[in-house]
């Protein structure tokens, strides 16, 4: 069946340092979304990328979907203390169609 | 609007019991998914309901179940509980027909601890 693998498991980080999450997939993707949980919180919407290639910007977060649209990532510049969570990427199931697969998630923590 | 929201918020229960937990989508929605949420698993899909229908199950026993109300509103039932059906349960609604391309909001969840 699908595979989704998301590394590292956990990041820790000095404030200021750049961080970045990788999500694999098995199977070819129609689309990819991403998912940010705060501590004790739960998972909220932060983007979707639907074309090979694609790039797409939020203040300090650039995120890709691989030409192959097999993997993604998100890197944070600068990191900053508000973006201490556990990011999750999110595919569908079988690749194309169906309920979300969440991947198991990029726990990161910020040192100040 | 007001987001999506989950009763109660925490419950306890002790093997062999069994539990409902309820779920409201943001008005207007019509899709709502419930995920469990462990340290182990992660966030593990249960089922999808549309239009009071259920559309897709995930790989869990039939002690889970759930129903969807003409309201939208969705209830889940684990039967029989066990210890390792600890966990957050959350549910997400969706503002189209479900599937994979519309954002998820999600509820704050239900922490549920069996004893």
């Known amino acids: 069946g699908q595979q989704v693998m998301q590394i590292p498991q956990y990041q820790h980080v000095q404030e200021g340092e750049d961080f970045t999450t990788y999500c694999n997939s098995s199977t070819t993707l129609s689309n990819i979304q991403w998912y940010k949980q705060r501590p004790g919180g739960h998972p909220v919407f932060l983007i979707q990328?639907?074309?090979?290639?694609e790039v797409k910007k939020q203040k300090r977060l650039t995120f890709q979907f691989g030409e192959a649209k097999k993997n993604s990532s998100l890197h944070i510049t600068a990191t900053q203390t508000t973006d201490v969570g556990t990011y999750f990427c999110?595919?569908?199931?079988?690749?194309?169609?169906?309920?979300?697969?969440f991947g198991k998630g990029t726990k990161l923590s910020v040192k100040p | 609007k007001a987001g999506v929201t989950q009763t109660p918020r925490y419950l306890i229960k002790t093997r062999g019991q069994q539990v409902t937990l309820s779920c409201s989508p943001i008005s207007g929605h019509r899709s709502v998914s419930w995920y469990q949420q462990t340290p182990g698993q992660g966030l593990q899909f249960l089922f999808e309901y549309f239009s009071e229908t259920q559309r897709n199950k995930g790989n869990f026993p039939g002690r889970f179940s759930g129903r969807q109300f003409s309201n939208s509103r969705s209830e889940m039932n684990v039967s029989t509980l066990e210890l390792g059906d600890s966990a957050l349960y959350l549910c997400?609604?969706?503002?189209?027909?479900?599937?994979?391309?519309?954002?998820?909001?999600f509820g704050p969840g239900t922490r549920l601890t069996v004893l």
């Open positions: 999110a595919p569908p199931e079988g690749g194309s169609q169906g309920n979300l697969i």
């Open positions: 997400a609604s969706d503002p189209g027909q479900g599937g994979s391309y519309n954002e998820q909001f």
């Open positions: 990328l639907v074309k090979s290639g």
